[in-house]
């Protein structure tokens, strides 16, 4: 409307900022220079959203909210969300900016969208975690995709990853504990002290059962229960 120069009159701004307040989306209709109506944008809040949210937070992880939309919009959304914090008026240089200076702070930053804007964001951030519903650019972008485009997804895919950190530390110690009482035992260290050779057929069973007790640590995995 700026570069148009078009008129909008008090009571069309009134009537717009109330929209806003509510956290929708207005654009403006022109005719001959002068605004004569709007059209109101909004997209439904998913009722999963707070409570993912609200799971990543007790966690200790800050959640913000980077958007294009004006400040009346993304202050509507940010308090029906309860989020930590909001930037509105975002451009995707702006977004790429703000998670660079997250990052120089010495933060560690995970990246959820599902736009062309969000693209750079998503390729800059420590973790880009993409929506499968989304644009096939941002997904590109991102080393993560959710392909509901729930955010539950991310609190899920954050528990499995610590599961499974913890499994492969469990199967390092387990191969490492085999291998380091059976590689010297059969070398032969309790020979020149009790004159016990370990038979090669033990030492073949004792690997196998390494292996074996590492694949069925691993198979734990399937039954975790995600949130």
């Known amino acids: 409307m700026e570069e148009t120069r078009a008129v909008i009159s008090e009571e069309l701004k009134k009537l717009v900022n109330s929209e806003q307040k509510l956290g929708k989306t207005v654009s403006y209709l022109s005719e001959g220079g002068t605004a004569i109506g709007y ?4 997209d439904k809040i998913k009722e999963s959203s707070k409570e993912a949210i609200h799971n990543l937070q007790k966690e200790g992880l800050q959640v ?3 958007t294009g939309d004006n400040e009346e919009t993304a202050r509507a959304v940010s308090e029906t969300l309860d989020l930590d914090g909001y ?3 975002m451009l995707p240089s702006d977004k790429l900016a703000e998670i660079k200076r ?3 702070e010495g933060k560690k930053v995970a990246m959820a969208g599902d736009g062309i804007n969000d693209a750079p964001a998503l ?3 420590d973790i880009g975690i993409a929506m499968g519903t989304g644009t096939d650019v941002a997904i590109e972008s991102a080393g993560i995709t959710l392909v509901k485009g729930d955010l539950k997804g991310i609190a ?8 499974v950190m913890r499994n492969i530390k469990q199967n390092l110690f387990f191969a490492l504990g085999y291998n380091s009482l059976g590689i010297p035992l059969a070398a032969g260290i309790l020979y020149p002290f009790f004159g016990i050779l370990l038979s090669p057929m033990i030492a073949a ?5 390494s292996s074996v007790s590492v694949i069925s640590n691993s198979l734990r995995l399937r039954n975790v229960k995600l949130i």
């Open 64 to 66: 913000i909210m980077f």
């Open 39 to 42: 059209v109101v944008i909004s």
């Open 102 to 104: 997250l990052q120089a």
């Open 156 to 163: 899920k895919a954050r528990l499995l990853s610590q599961k």
């Open 123 to 125: 390729a800059q951030a």
């Open 87 to 89: 930037k509105a008026h």
């Open 205 to 209: 069973l004792a690997m196998s059962f």
